[in-house]
């Protein structure tokens, strides 16, 4: 079946534009995850969807960083007047609900360079 | 204090070779502890998890954990050229979080 799929694959921007980073899960996970992977850096997690509940966004950076998921499925992060320190592969991930599986299945990314 | 320490290496050992790989970890309410493999431009795709302490195995990897060190491993058996990837390890508090080390760079040489 389908994975995890995030668009763009690539994106380069200038400095103190806006992006939208789109992340589509695997149907019927409910939990849907993002994180910013830099060199040398490790991953490291921006915010977290689990069904109807209020997301836990304890990992944004700061309030340039947002995200919303429309109808349970989609998500879409949004980076308003980025900065080069932004350039990074953004990954996102989805799992069924903690107490079935604990597996992330994560997209490929998309890499972000801000010029 | 990072909550997951990782040695980045780079790792080099010729095929065939015992791997091991480890993370340090501060938060002793730690439960599920992950082992993922990321291959360049890909994203990481998940090894093996266990819950708690313990050893586990499949095929060629086993994973340990040890709560008293808050200390994990992995080991490669008989490594092969297409385990050549970064190894990330992960934990979380149950209902948590993820929390994931900065990966170590793994090359097997043929």
């Known amino acids: 079946g389908a994975g995890v799929s995030q668009s763009p694959s690539n994106k380069v921007t200038e400095k103190g534009k806006d992006v939208e980073l789109r992340c589509d899960p695997i149907?019927?996970?409910?939990?849907l995850y993002w994180y910013r992977q830099s060199l040398g850096q490790g991953l490291e997690f921006l915010i977290y969807?689990?069904?109807?509940?209020?997301?836990?966004k304890s990992g944004l950076p700061s309030d340039r960083f947002s995200a919303e998921r429309t109808g349970g499925s989609v998500s879409t992060l949004t980076i308003q007047r980025t900065q080069q320190e932004d350039s990074a592969v953004y990954l996102c991930?989805?799992?069924?609900?903690?107490?079935?599986?604990?597996?992330?299945?994560f997209g490929p990314g998309t890499r972000l360079t801000v010029t | 204090q990072k909550e997951v320490e990782q040695d980045p290496g780079p790792l080099s050992v010729p095929e065939g070779a015992i791997v091991s790989l480890n993370c340090t970890y501060s938060n002793s309410a730690f439960q599920y502890f992950m082992w993922y493999r990321q291959y360049s431009r890909k994203g990481p795709e998940l090894l093996m998890y266990?819950?708690?302490?313990g050893n586990k195995e499949d095929g060629r990897f086993t994973a340990q954990v040890d709560k008293s060190s808050k200390y994990i491993s992995l080991f490669i058996r008989d490594s092969q050229p297409s385990d050549s990837a970064t190894y990330l390890c992960?934990?979380?508090?149950?209902?948590?979080?993820?929390?994931f080390g900065t990966g170590t760079s793994l090359t097997v040489i043929p």
């Open positions: 992960a934990m979380s508090v149950p209902g948590n979080q993820f929390y």
């Open positions: 969807f689990q069904g109807n509940s209020a997301p836990d």
């Open positions: 149907s019927g996970h409910t939990a």
């Open positions: 266990t819950y708690s302490s």
């Open positions: 991930a989805s799992s069924v609900p903690y107490g079935v599986s604990y597996e992330q299945y």
